[in-house]
């Protein structure tokens, strides 16, 4: 289970420390991935600039072929389209999944947002079907909020 809390107070102890955005990516894509057995894959994907597009920014887990996912394509890109989170439980039926990986069957994607600005993503997958509660997301929300602070900071 994810200590959001826990998580933060090193995101901020890092930003106080001057760790920059990227920094702080990384930080918390590797901190969820070892936390959580039921995280088999986590990246993190940023919105370029025109919001067409999601680039893979930092990711632990097998290596996938998709390093860039155009908005309203598979769970990422819908995640963008819609302005949503996704929790998909079962992404065989998931409307034009775009598959990384044979083993997964679930996907939880949780918007990098600060207000309607959206920066990017959490991209989790798991190899167990319906892995992700509510409570997941609610604790990957706050962790991305933070984040969101700190990029929305450097970006004035």
């Known amino acids: 289970m994810v200590d959001a809390r826990a998580v933060i107070r090193e995101l901020q102890e890092m930003r106080e420390d001057g760790h920059l955005s990227d920094a702080l990516l990384r930080y918390a894509a590797r901190t969820l991935y070892r936390i959580d057995e039921r995280f088999d894959w ?3 994907y940023m919105l370029d600039d025109e919001g067409a597009e999601l680039r893979l920014h930092n990711y632990f887990g097998a290596p996938t072929e998709h390093a ?3 908005v309203g394509r598979g769970v990422c890109g819908t995640a963008v389209a819609h302005g949503a989170n996704q929790n998909v439980p079962d992404v065989t039926q998931f409307e034009g999944y775009l598959s ?9 994607v949780v918007l990098i947002r600060a ?28 962790i991305a909020d933070k984040l969101a602070e700190q990029i929305a ?3 004035r």
Request: glycine share 8%.
């Open 153 to 155: 900071r450097e970006r």
């Open 42 to 44: 986590v990246g993190v």
């Open 115 to 142: 207000g309607n600005r959206i920066y990017g993503q959490f991209d989790i997958d798991s190899h167990r079907p319906a892995a992700f509660q509510d409570r997941d997301e609610v604790a990957i929300q706050m």
């Open 100 to 108: 990384c990986n044979p083993g997964v069957k679930s996907e939880l």
């Open 68 to 70: 860039l996912i155009p």
